[in-house]
């Protein structure tokens, strides 16, 4: 069994499949914090404090949306998974193995732009 967590009422409703295109739900936030967010408020486990809920319902990370430097903005994106898909699994939800599979190989294929984004924000590389 995973991690459990506390999800508000509703919260999976938009959610997309495992591998799908990102919906903006918010799940996999309010799940647990990315290795930036882990970062920046020192947290290890519970919702990010950056999560932000947008007028039309939807939620978009508040460390992409606030920085004004367009070096850090990219780098943020980066390192958070930005356009890669849905990677939140809740409930015995299925894995998407291929979604893994190009996962991995974007990770190896961007080794070197993500450890440049991790030294940006000033996280130790790993």
């Keep these: 069994m995973g991690t459990l967590c506390r999800m508000p009422k509703g919260a999976l409703d938009n959610k997309p499949p495992h591998g ?7 799940a996999c936030c309010m799940a647990t914090p990315c290795p930036l967010s882990q970062h ?11 999560l932000m809920k947008e007028a039309d319902g939807t939620y978009t990370c ?22 890669l ?4 699994r ?7 193995t291929e979604f893994h599979r190009k996962c991995d190989r974007w990770d190896r294929d961007h080794h070197e732009q993500i ?7 000033g996280m130790k590389d790993g």
């Design 115 to 121: 450890k440049a984004a991790r030294q940006l924000w």
């Design 90 to 96: 809740f409930n015995g939800e299925w894995t998407n």
């Design 20 to 26: 799908s295109p990102c919906t903006r739900c918010g």
């Design 40 to 50: 920046l408020f020192k947290i290890q486990s519970g919702p990010c404090p950056a």
């Design 62 to 83: 508040g460390v992409v949306k606030e920085v004004e430097d367009d070096e850090l903005r990219h780098a943020a994106l980066l390192l958070i998974g930005s356009g």
């Design 85 to 88: 898909g849905c990677d939140a």
